[in-house]
């Protein structure tokens, strides 16, 4: 499938910007939506002087799309790029300070998601041949739900929390519109199996590390979604507590590369793969990094303390099936770790 194009939405987002370098590496073609001109262009010069280093000019533009809720919001891009034969909708908010979680995080999520498979089945059905969904973890396991009962979570399990329980706070609206958007996903594809010339795979991340693709300008700067976690441990103090944080977590490269194997290889369709590597706690990361960059003035990390925490962690991912068809081994804790400090030193 090298040479075709692929679109992907949310262009500048960090799990998309991955996905764009590992495509164009590939000799993929990649058309990305931005939110506006200044942040496609930026894009496009990142993602050129990149390529210039590396592979030569990369096959990269982009198309404005100012909100993923207006409805057809997408009808005119895919009506005017029949080349497209790969769609991969990675655009969806994350968790921020909001007064109002329906209007800017549940919403969004979820309509644009609609949007996106009401636009393919109307101008994209016939060229259209693989649509990649980049859901979440929230939408497996029962995040937001008060929940905690030791459970092991399989690819076919469902976080149950519901719309209402959604509006709680911006976190739990996360879960909830990572869990309803996908939700909407699978009815699709189940109300309309008849019609669809596309096949469909849900890519279910847990925490996501890792360098970003391009670098960074703005070292002082957090950085978005659970890339600042690494940041947030390098910025304390000798003497600083550490948080408590238990989770598990994959690399973003990972995270891309699944991306790309989803729609290539036909064992991926119609399944929902979730990416698990190793647990984390945040005392744990300050280890790895204490250990590789000693001279970085922050705390030791207890990793006694960091044992008993994922000894204490009551889910655990059995993710066997989704391993067994990407075929592939993940990168380590250590490594995600010791290439985002390089970044930010």
Same mark, same amino acid.
């Given at each position: 499938m090298s040479g075709e194009t692929v679109f992907v939405t949310g262009a500048t987002g960090y799990i998309a910007q991955h996905i764009i370098k590992q495509l164009l590496s590939k000799g993929y073609s990649v058309i990305g939506s931005v939110r506006s001109q200044s942040k496609g262009e930026q894009l496009k010069e990142l993602i050129t002087a990149h390529h210039q280093d590396t592979t030569g000019d990369a096959k990269f533009d982009y198309v404005i799309v100012e909100s993923l809720i207006e409805p057809g919001a997408f009808d005119s891009i895919l009506q005017n790029?029949?080349? !497209? @034969?790969?769609?991969?909708?990675? /655009?969806?908010?994350i968790p921020f300070a909001t007064d109002n979680v329906e209007k800017d995080i549940l919403q969004p999520a979820i309509d644009g998601t609609k949007n996106v498979l009401t636009s393919i089945k109307k101008y994209g059905n016939e060229n259209i041949k693989k649509l990649v969904i980049t859901s979440s973890i929230a939408a497996v396991e029962p995040l937001g739900t008060g929940q905690t009962e030791p459970k092991t979570i399989l690819e076919k399990d469902w976080n149950p929390i519901t719309f209402e329980q959604g509006l709680a706070n911006p976190a739990v609206a996360y879960y909830a519109s990572k869990t309803l958007a996908e939700r909407e996903v699978w009815k699709f594809v189940d109300e309309n199996k008849n019609q669809l010339n596309f096949d469909v795979a849900?890519?279910?991340?847990?925490? !996501?590390? @890792?360098?970003? /693709?391009f670098g960074i300008k703005d070292k002082s700067a957090a950085l978005r979604s659970t890339g600042e976690i690494i940041n947030s441990v390098l910025k304390l103090k000798s003497n600083d507590p550490i948080p408590s944080l238990v989770a598990s977590f994959i690399d973003v490269r990972d995270v891309a590369r699944a991306h790309i194997i989803a729609f290539e290889d036909d064992d991926a369709i119609g399944q929902r793969l979730i990416l698990d590597n190793e647990i984390f706690t945040k005392e744990l990361i300050a280890h790895l990094i204490k250990k590789n960059f000693p001279s970085l003035d922050i705390p030791e990390g207890d990793i006694v303390k960091s044992e008993e925490e994922i000894a204490n962690y009551p889910w655990r991912v059995d993710s066997t099936k989704t391993e067994k068809i990407l075929g592939f081994k993940y990168i380590s804790l250590d490594k995600s770790v010791v290439d985002t400090v390089n970044q930010l030193i």
């Open positions: 790029h029949k080349e !497209v @034969g790969v769609f991969i909708h990675s /655009a969806s908010p849900v890519i279910n991340p847990l925490f !996501v590390f @890792g360098p970003q /693709a």
